[in-house]
């Protein structure tokens, strides 16, 4: 069955530290993979997508995610982390065998401390 | 930002009354979806519709109707809310224009239902 795990229900990164956000897959076929973020109060936004070619995708405010598919993960990543960047992020797969409807990830509390 | 709203943004109802959760985007996106979503928890779709007098349910079990008689609003009703129906509710749309099944969502600040 067509699934996406996010293994950290929390993270924790000091301000200016590099943060990565872990996501794996399970789908048949190529995925279109997504990243959302979730401010507190406010609706989902969307960061970044990777639909196909460079395994590296960069999206809004700075953040990164690479595409690995032997371990059919896809990481978000940001250089330096901002206290700002303190929210939930969703990660979420599309692919054939879910008749292309999005599968969501349980989503990742992102802590950045000052 | 997104143009998409939804109203109301939390509403608290006594068991047994009937509601309807209000979503509108002014983007003339084709694709609308409806998601359920419990407090730190993955996103359920549970009703969408690719168009006007199209509607489909999702893969979350729901006993709520949707109905699309215009392009730009997409309303949910619950014909007799229960506190198993007690969460946020999110609305969302996409323009499939932007690519076939890769195109992203935008998404409605939720209105979340508590019913006692």
């Known amino acids: 069955a067509q699934s996406v795990a996010q293994p950290e229900d929390q993270v924790n990164v000091a301000e200016g530290n590099p943060l990565t956000v872990k996501c794996t897959y399970s789908?048949?076929?190529?995925?279109?993979l997504f990243w959302y973020v979730q401010y507190p109060n406010r609706g989902l936004q969307f960061l970044l997508k990777?639909?196909?070619?460079d395994n590296l995708v960069k999206g809004s405010y700075g953040f990164e995610a690479e595409f690995n598919k032997s371990q059919t993960s896809f990481h978000l990543k940001k250089p330096s982390a901002l206290v700002s960047d303190s929210a939930l992020y969703f990660c979420?797969?599309?692919?054939?065998?879910?008749?292309?409807?999005?599968?969501w990830g349980a989503g990742t509390k992102l802590i950045i401390k000052p | 930002e997104a143009d998409i709203y939804q109203t109301p943004r939390y509403l608290v109802i006594g068991t047994g009354k009937k509601i309807t959760l209000e979503c509108s985007q002014t983007?003339?996106?084709?694709?609308m979806y409806w998601y359920q979503q419990d407090p730190g928890m993955e996103l359920h779709l549970i009703h969408y519709?690719?168009?006007?007098?199209?509607?489909e349910k999702g893969d979350l079990s729901s006993e709520s109707t949707v109905s699309r008689i215009r392009t730009e609003h997409f309303p949910l009703t619950l014909e007799s809310a229960r506190p198993s129906h007690t969460s946020q509710y999110l609305c969302?749309?996409?323009?499939?224009?932007?690519?076939?099944?890769?195109?992203?969502?935008?998404f409605g600040s939720g209105t979340q239902l508590s019913v006692l």
């Open positions: 789908v048949s076929g190529n995925p279109y």
């Open positions: 519709s690719y168009g006007v007098n199209s509607t």
């Open positions: 979420a797969v599309r692919a054939g065998d879910s008749n292309y409807q999005l599968i």
């Open positions: 990777y639909i196909t070619g």
């Open positions: 983007m003339g996106h084709d694709k």
């Open positions: 969302a749309s996409s323009d499939p224009l932007q690519g076939a099944h890769n195109e992203k969502l935008f």
